[in-house]
């Protein structure tokens, strides 16, 4: 898993073919800390076919505002640079998986 901040998140999207998750969470967050492991573990079983990004919304407020995201944690999918689904809250990995293939 990546992580990105304000000066890199652009270049991380716009390098990258195929599917990206991005992972908005916080330090401060409890979902958010629920979620990351399982976040992590996606990224480890699909490495080199999934692209995973972290991006601390604390550490990237220019990234957050650019992507509307507005709640921690938020998984969104862009496939190709485009934005293709959006969650807010904690998920299983299943549904996550299932937010994936949308």
């Known amino acids: 898993m990546i992580e990105a901040k304000d000066d890199t998140f652009a270049s991380e999207l716009l390098e990258a073919k195929g599917t ?3 992972d908005f969470g916080a330090t401060w967050c409890p979902p958010c800390k629920v979620l990351k ?3 992590e573990a996606i990224a480890r079983e699909r490495e ?3 692209k995973v990004v972290y991006v601390d919304m604390d550490a990237a407020p220019k990234t957050v505002q650019q992507c509307g995201v507005r709640a921690a944690p938020t ?3 862009y496939k ?3 934005k293709r689904a959006v ?3 904690a ?3 299943e549904k996550i998986l299932q937010l994936l293939e949308r």
């Open 75 to 77: 998984l969104v999918v």
């Open 48 to 50: 080199g076919t999934l």
């Open 20 to 22: 990206v998750l991005v």
């Open 91 to 93: 998920m299983p990995k």
């Open 80 to 82: 190709d640079g485009e």
């Open 37 to 39: 492991p399982i976040v």
């Open 87 to 89: 969650h807010v809250g």
